[in-house]
């Protein structure tokens, strides 16, 4: 198996597709586009920066990734109406998906942060 984040953030870019394309058969317009500019680019960052030329690159690209996926979460909160989004086949995935996708991200800007810095090894109280 590949890279987990790559692999779950481009499942929830093609999730967000199909979500995107019913908001807009819909005459959801502004709100479709928001939303899937923030959804699509979580994975696109993440995709960057695996091909980062530095730690502190890769950091970067990866913060902005969560900046994304906040973005993200803020607007599948407001999608999450009957009349938008709630009743789309692949909109309980978004809901869920979202919040694991921030505390893996989370994660690995904290790991990558602490090793830039020469924290501590993993167990250590001193």
């Keep these: ?3 987990a984040i790559v692999e779950k953030t481009f499942v929830f ?3 967000s597709l199909n979500v995107y394309f019913e908001l807009r058969k819909n005459g ?3 709100l479709a586009d ?3 500019g923030a959804a ?3 994975g696109a960052n993440v995709e960057e920066a695996q091909a980062a030329h530095s730690k502190l690159d890769f950091i970067s690209k990866m913060v902005i990734s969560a900046k994304e996926a906040r973005e993200s979460r803020y607007w599948i909160r407001l999608l999450d109406r009957k009349e938008l989004a709630q009743n789309l086949p692949d909109f309980p ?3 869920t998906e979202i919040e694991e996708i921030l505390k893996i991200l989370n ?3 904290k ?3 602490e090793n830039l810095k020469g924290g501590k090894p993993p167990g250590s109280n001193t």
Excluded: D, Y
Aim: charged letters at 20%; a positive charge; proline letters at 0%.
């Design 1 to 3: 198996m590949g890279n």
């Design 111 to 113: 790991s990558s942060r």
């Design 34 to 36: 928001q939303f899937v």
């Design 28 to 30: 959801h317009f502004r």
């Design 40 to 42: 699509t680019s979580i």
């Design 93 to 95: 995935f978004l809901k």
């Design 107 to 109: 994660s690995i800007i």
């Design 13 to 15: 870019a093609e999730k």
